[in-house]
């Protein structure tokens, strides 16, 4: 089955900690990206990456880093820095012009 | 910057009914639109790509149109059915950007 798998589905952080977010995604897709949802705010890029080894920030990167040293691979790191973390953080894949695919997501609170 | 409405922000419909969601965009050069569907807590389904080059695209009861110079889709349901009840999310690609700019999504009730 191809597709995109996001883990965990549900996290939970301390203050001061930092957490990562898995997303793995067989379609054999260039591109990868971040999204973040907020109730009543509609999805907002964190980060994507084009193509391996490389990345570039979306609208609220501040607080979050990510690595794409494989192609089916984009983990998301949201740091201590990152004060308002709780929210609904989607996963998705493209390539040419056939349209992105999204993950199950991760809901992630601080506790 | 390309911004992203849609109205309704909800709607709530009897079971059988044709119904229309509205999403318009504030510039004209995207590269394609894309329709989604999502379920609460889950992740977005994709129901509908339109490239900038299309007029409509349809998939069983579904139908979208875009028509850039207005800067406006629609998403047709027809023969709407309580398992149709989800937000639905409109969002564009530019010309020059990778990633897609959304709308805060239409909720959907359709009542049995």
């Known amino acids: 089955d191809g597709g995109i798998t996001q883990s965990p589905k549900y996290l939970f952080r301390k203050e001061g900690q930092n957490v990562t977010l898995s997303c793995e995604q067989n379609l054999n897709h260039d591109a990868m990206y971040w999204y973040r949802q907020d109730p009543g705010q509609g999805l907002r890029l964190i980060y994507y990456?084009?193509?391996?080894?490389?990345?570039q920030k979306g609208d609220i990167a501040e607080g979050y880093s990510v690595s794409r040293e494989k192609k089916e691979s984009f983990p998301l790191t949201v740091t201590s820095a990152q004060k308002n973390p709780t929210a609904f953080y989607l996963c998705?894949?493209?390539?040419?012009?056939?349209?992105?695919?999204f993950g199950p997501g991760t809901r992630l609170t601080v506790l | 910057k390309q911004e992203v409405t849609q109205i309704p922000a909800a709607l709530s419909v009897p079971e059988g009914e044709n119904l229309v969601l509205n999403c318009s965009f504030t510039d004209s050069a995207i590269y394609n639109l894309q329709w989604f569907r999502q379920d609460p807590g889950k992740g977005l389904t994709s129901l509908l790509l339109i490239q900038s080059s299309q007029r409509e695209q349809t998939s069983g009861r579904l139908n979208a149109s875009l028509d850039k110079s207005s800067g406006r889709s629609t998403l047709y349901i027809a023969a709407s059915q309580p398992g149709d009840s989800a937000t639905y999310l409109c969002?564009?690609?530019?010309?020059?950007?990778?990633?897609?700019?959304f709308g805060k999504g239409t909720k959907l009730s359709v009542k049995p």
């Open positions: 998705a894949s493209s390539t040419g012009g056939i349209g992105q695919f």
């Open positions: 969002a564009v690609k530019g010309r020059s950007q990778g990633n897609l700019i």
């Open positions: 990456s084009q193509i391996v080894n490389d990345f």
